[in-house]
T-cell receptor
């Protein structure tokens, strides 16, 4: 059974820091891995999708990497801003279903 | 990206009543949609997979008679919480893949259900 872990559960940093968010999964047989952002009381916004054959994806200040063999992904946020404050979730897709981590609550202080 | 619209965003209902939540794919057809429930400080829990034109597939431990799912068209799935109780109060989210393989999952805005 696939398990997805995100550590730490929460992180508070001053504005401007470069951040690395970690995600690990137990079963490397995945189709893809997706990073999401969730604001309080809202749905999930897709940030980046990495296919199993890819090693990284970039969008603006975000860069996500995938090491399928070791069961790890990282989300790199450059020059963090207060508007980046949210909960970040990673999810892996095996067959039809997504399996989520519990998320990491990020607070960027001005 | 693709858009999934969920309605309502918030609903308060009395114990014993039923509540219907709609999930629509606005710019693509979704033969499969997924319903999740989110508990505070927990992972999203997949409740069921909604299949257009056929019965939904429920995850272990989810009562199918309690959470009725209907997927009558390629753009609409509904979740009805029947005979709601306070313990059903939660955040419910739907999602869909734009097509079958290796694509992004898109999520609705979520519905905050409060049963009083």
């Amino acid at each position: 059974k696939q398990e997805v872990t995100q550590i730490p559960a929460a992180l508070s940093v001053p504005e401007g820091e470069n951040l690395v968010l970690n995600c690990s999964f137990t079963d490397s047989a995945i189709y893809n891995l997706q990073w999401f952002r969730q604001d309080p009381g809202k749905g999930l916004t897709s940030l980046l999708l990495i296919q199993s054959s890819q090693r990284e994806q970039t969008s603006g200040r975000l860069n996500a990497s995938l090491d399928k063999s070791s069961g790890r992904s990282t989300l790199y946020i450059a020059a963090s801003q207060p508007g980046d404050s949210a909960t970040y979730l990673c999810a892996v897709r095996g067959s039809e279903k997504l399996v989520f981590g519990k998320g990491m609550k990020l607070t960027v202080n001005p | 990206g693709a858009v999934v619209s969920q309605h309502p965003s918030r609903v308060i209902c009395k114990s014993g009543t039923s509540v219907k939540i709609e999930c629509r794919s606005l710019d693509f057809q979704a033969t499969t949609m997924f319903w999740y429930r989110q508990f505070p400080k927990k992972s999203l829990m997949l409740m069921a997979t909604s299949n257009e034109g056929s019965k939904a597939t429920y995850e272990q431990g989810v009562e199918k008679d309690k959470f009725l799912i209907n997927h009558a068209s390629l753009t609409l799935s509904t979740l009805t919480v029947t005979s709601a109780h306070p313990e059903d109060s939660s955040f419910y989210i739907c999602s869909a893949f734009q097509d079958r393989r290796n694509t992004e999952a898109f999520f609705g805005q979520g519905t905050r259900l409060t049963v009083v």
